[in-house]
């Protein structure tokens, strides 16, 4: 059974910086791709990056783009999700993903497994 458990998150002034962990357990960890997701409050999960199951190779929202870094431990089944330059607009409810297939790297609603979320707040 699959399980992604979240944390990290909090509140934090605009400028700040927070980071987000995610321990996955269940598999084998190195064969899926892990992405990053978030919701805020009356708008609809957007994605927010991903990182592939082979080469690391990573993807970003344009949102997030420069600010964001996602990186995977795979000794450690983690993943990562540094946030720099906050903005109010980055609070949201940030869900660590992992993709239901092997050897994919879509990072994609409905193909992945939802951790509970973490709550990232960014005042102004």
């Known amino acids: 059974q699959v399980q992604l458990v979240e944390s990290g998150g909090g509140l934090v002034q605009a400028g700040g910086s927070l980071k987000l962990s995610c321990e996955a357990s269940?598999?084998?960890?190195?064969?899926?791709?892990m992405g990053w997701f978030r919701q805020a409050p009356g708008k609809e999960r957007e994605f927010v990056a991903a990182i592939s199951w082979r080469s690391g190779r990573t993807s970003y929202a344009d949102s997030v783009k420069g600010r964001f870094t996602m990186s995977r431990d795979n000794a450690k089944n983690m993943v990562y999700l540094q946030m720099n330059s906050l903005k109010p607009e980055d609070t949201a409810n940030y869900y660590c993903?992992?993709?239901?297939?092997?050897?994919?790297?879509?990072?994609?609603?409905?193909?992945?497994?939802w951790g509970q979320g973490t709550q990232v707040t960014v005042s102004s």
């Open positions: 269940g598999r084998t960890f190195s064969n899926y791709a």
């Open positions: 993903t992992t993709t239901k297939s092997p050897f994919s790297d879509n990072v994609r609603w409905p193909d992945v497994y």
